[in-house]
């Protein structure tokens, strides 16, 4: 079955970096796009960043944009997220999630009810 699994969370100063992980398996699909998503306490989840698995695009959403770099290595199945300059505002639970098929637009992409798949999440804390 398909699976996801983040990892590389944790609490780090402001102003600092932290690169996120996420192994899928499981996939048989042609046209699937994997999305970063992250959730404050109380807040509806957010999509920050999304790849395109049949040519390699990445999209990312303003609020992020020059701080967060999304990446895939295909030889480890994995999708990372690298997160620079930190701000206390990034705190949330960090998701992957998969799109088994690109819907056509990037921007909806970014949308959480586009993806059929997520994983567990992973805790980012910023302090001060």
């Known amino acids: 079955e398909v699976q996801l699994v983040e990892s590389g969370g944790g609490l780090v100063q402001t102003g600092g970096s932290l690169t996120l992980s996420c192994v899928a398996s499981g996939f048989t699909f042609n046209d699937y796009v994997i999305g970063w998503f992250r959730q404050g306490p109380g807040k509806e989840r957010e999509g920050v960043s999304c790849i395109r698995r049949e040519d390699g695009s990445t999209y990312y959403a303003d609020s992020v944009k020059g701080r967060f770099t999304i990446s895939s290595d295909n030889a480890k199945n994995t999708v990372y997220l690298q997160i620079d300059s930190l701000k206390p505002e990034d705190t949330a639970i960090y998701y992957c999630?998969?799109?088994?098929?690109?819907?056509?637009?990037?921007?909806?992409?970014?949308?959480?009810?586009?993806?059929?798949?997520w994983g567990q999440g992973t805790q980012v804390t910023v302090s001060s």
């Open positions: 999630a998969a799109d088994t098929y690109y819907s056509g637009s990037y921007y909806w992409e970014l949308q959480p009810y586009e993806y059929e798949y």
